[in-house]
């Protein structure tokens, strides 16, 4: 695994730290149980002025059209809760790119505005 983030730290509200975290880790599960063991992945952190942007990208064998909506009507959520789910619960977006035989890309995009509002919410709840 290759990570390449800015200089300096990303700072984010710690649910929402949390959340993106728990995503980064749900896509990389996700690249070690079905890339396979030779499998390289890749992290990218941006952090750009209006949103936080985290790329997890493998170059692992990709994902059969269809395979994903096959998956949640099986039951298996692991993309659509593990990762969908948790970024558009911290008001941000998740984009899954895949193509057959060259890999996979998830994109995770938080924006500072979702960022700050957590951070209110948190400091409120104390």
Do not use: C, F, Y
């Not at 942007?53 to 493998?58: G, L, S």
């Not at 949640?72 to 193509?99: C, F, K, Q």
């Not at 060259?102 to 505005?113: A, D, I, K, M, S």
């Amino acid at each position: 695994m290759t990570l390449s983030e800015p200089g300096a730290p990303v700072l984010l509200a710690p649910p929402v730290a949390r959340e993106l975290a728990a995503a980064v880790s749900a896509a990389l599960d996700n690249v070690r149980r079905h890339a396979g063991a030779e499998a390289h992945a890749w992290i990218l952190v941006e952090d750009e002025p209006g949103e936080v942007i985290v790329t997890v990208r493998d170059d692992g064998p990709g994902i059969p059209e269809g395979r994903l909506a096959e998956a949640e009507g099986e039951g298996r959520l692991g993309v659509a809760l593990s990762i969908r789910g948790r970024l558009r619960d911290i008001g941000g977006t998740a984009e899954l790119i895949s193509v057959p035989g060259q890999g996979t890309e998830v994109e995770l995009r938080v924006p500072r505005e979702a960022a700050r509002d957590a951070r209110g919410k948190a400091g409120k709840a104390r």
